[in-house]
Structures are given as C-alpha cells and as structure tokens.
C-alpha cells in the first residue's frame, strides 16, 4: 500500500477523486495527508471529512520561494510518502523541490500540453478558437509543465462556452483520468527513466499514453 500525500490549493475535486479511488480499491494507496498553501480552501474541509489529516503551510509566511520550498520538503517528508500528487497546487516549485521528488511527483494541467503551460488556460484555448481544449497529467519536474506527459484527456469545444464550461467539462476527465495515472505510479507500472516516462517498460510518446 503506497503513501500518497496531496498538495492543493483549491476545492480539492481531484484529491477527492484519489481519495475515493484509494477507498474503491482502485489505486493501491492511502492518501495520508492533504497539505494546502491556502487556509480556508474546501479542498481542507473535503479532506477532513474524508478522515485524512490536513496541513496548511502558506507562502505568505516566508521571504523567498526557497524558504517555503523547504519548509514544505520537510512537512510533506513527515509523512514518509512514496507519491506526491499536486491537484490544483498554485505555486511553482523549486528546482530543488522537483529533484528531490523526481519520479515521484506528478501533476495535473488543464490543457494538451504543451499547448497552454501556465496558468488560464481555459481562457486562453477560448481566445485562440481552439475546437478542442483537454487535460494533461505529466511528471513534475523543474521545467514548468514540461514534465514528461503520461496522459491526456481530449473535451470538444462548443460555440458559446466560457471558461466555467470548459473547466466543468474539463474536470470531469480529469476525475477520471487522474486516478488512472495514480495506481499505474503506485503501482510500478509507470517510471520516469532517463528515457522519459515508461509504462510497462515502454516509453510514452510526447504527449502521453496513447489507446489507440
Ligand atoms: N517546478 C514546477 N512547479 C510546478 C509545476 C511544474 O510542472 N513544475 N506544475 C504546477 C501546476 N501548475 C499548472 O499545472 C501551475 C501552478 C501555478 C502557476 C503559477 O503561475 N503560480 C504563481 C502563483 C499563482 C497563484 O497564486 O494564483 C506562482 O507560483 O508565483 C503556474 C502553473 C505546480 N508547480
Ligand atoms: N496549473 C494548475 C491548474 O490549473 N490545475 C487545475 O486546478 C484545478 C484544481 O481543481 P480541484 O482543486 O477541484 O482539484 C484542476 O482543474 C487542475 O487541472
């Protein structure tokens, strides 16, 4: 049974699709702690229901990107996880934090990478006409959203959307897809190597697993 322990900042929609996974029986894990840089954020008050212990670090509280970084090494490594799972977290890591976690961070992205790193980018596929927007789930590494890309999730685009439509339908492949990528670390299946990411001993293309 593997440890996970899961950074937000947010409602914590994608935590709880893990956590339920976990319960399910469909990741082989436990989710041991939700630890958020914002207090208050419903993703605490989900978690807590959930039975699973909670911390808040927040980056207000310290001088430099470097400070908090390590104070949140030291607070996730309390919790002697073997997967580090970002769902909604909004702060960009230190190289630092990245190594130290390499290979066994991941994270999840509302866009087809590597369309649209950042941040808005609900907004910014509608801007640009995009016909097709989607989410991505990709190793963490120093290189904002450019980790190697392990899956991805296509959503159509309709005439009259705003960004709220595109996040719910977003969302809701995200729910699905993030789990997946979960049991598949948790598992020994996927590996980040030298090679980039491998599932089953076979590397994944630029933009992820593919079915078909
Ligand atoms: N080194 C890395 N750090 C993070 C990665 C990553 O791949 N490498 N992924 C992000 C998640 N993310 C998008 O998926 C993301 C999160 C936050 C930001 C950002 O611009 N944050 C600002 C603050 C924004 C805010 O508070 O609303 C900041 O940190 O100054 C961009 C992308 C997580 N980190
Ligand atoms: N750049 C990171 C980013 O924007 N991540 C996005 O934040 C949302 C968190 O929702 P949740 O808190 O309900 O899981 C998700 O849509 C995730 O893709």
Excluded at 100 to 113: A, C, D, Q, V, Y
Excluded at 164 to 185: G, K, M, N, S, T
């Amino acid at each position: 049974m593997k440890r996970i322990v899961v950074l937000i900042s947010g409602s914590g929609t994608n935590m709880q699709a893990i956590v339920e996974a976990c319960k399910a029986g469909r990741i082989d894990g436990e989710v041991v702690a939700v630890i958020s840089n914002k207090p208050g954020v419903a993703g605490l008050d989900k978690a807590e229901r959930a039975g699973i212990h909670t911390a808040v670090l927040s980056h207000k509280d310290f001088p430099t990107r470097d400070a908090y970084d390590v104070e949140l090494q030291k607070l996730v490594e309390e919790f002697h996880p073997d997967v580090v799972v970002l769902a909604g977290f909004m702060r960009i890591l230190t190289a630092a934090f990245a190594e130290h976690f390499h290979g066994r961070m991941l994270n999840i992205h509302p866009s087809l990478l590597p369309k649209y790193r950042g941040i808005n980018t609900h907004q910014r596929a509608l801007d640009s006409g995009d016909k097709e927007h989607g989410v991505s789930v990709h190793f963490v590494t120093e290189e904002l959203d450019g980790g190697p890309v392990i899956l991805q999730a296509r959503v159509p685009v309709f005439a009259g959307d705003d960004a709220d439509d595109l996040q719910q339908r977003v969302h809701a492949q995200e729910h699905r897809i993030y789990p997946l990528v979960v049991q598949w670390l948790c598992s020994g299946r996927l590996k980040l190597t030298a090679k980039g990411a491998e599932l089953d001993g076979t590397l994944l293309g630029p933009q992820g697993y593919a079915a078909d």
